[in-house]
Nanobody
Framework: QVQLVESGGGLVQAGGSLRLSCAAS????????MGWFRQAPGKEREFVAA??????????ADSVRGRFTISRVNAKNTNTVYLQMNSLKPEDTAVYYC???????????????WGQGIQVTVSS
């Protein structure tokens, strides 16, 4: 089992930055691809970014590439995934979810474990 807890969300003006964190626990965390998804009101949950267990490969949605950066730290006692979000736009407003997968991918069905989600609001 993997437990995921997001933090770092909040309200920011357009053009600003936020960094989301996802604290992960569970013995198999280090072997899993980690992803960030988001869901805006009235819309389906969508892929934002993913990173493989070794950090060798990353993948981004076209809408965030060049503005967002995903990274991770695999340590013995503290395992954390980050999403650095720069040049934020009002359309980035959503609930952001951290997720873990043994397969990787960009679909919600590719991911086995999910955090509870955290609100990010970008004002214009």
């Amino acid at each position: 089992q993997v437990q995921l807890v997001e933090s770092g969300g909040g309200l920011v003006q357009a053009g600003g930055s936020l960094r989301l964190s996802c604290a992960a626990s569970g013995r198999t965390f280090g072997s899993r691809t980690m992803g960030w998804f988001r869901q805006a009101p009235g819309k389906e949950r969508e892929f934002v970014a993913a990173i493989t267990w070794s950090s060798y490969n990353t993948n981004y949605a076209d809408s965030v590439r060049g503005r967002f950066t995903i990274s991770r730290v695999n340590a013995k006692n503290t395992n954390t995934v980050y999403l650095q979000m720069n040049s934020l736009k009002p359309e980035d407003t959503a609930v952001y979810y951290c997720a873990a997968s043994t397969r990787g991918g960009v679909s919600t069905t590719d991911y086995d474990f999910w955090g509870q989600g955290i609100q990010v609001t970008v004002s214009s």
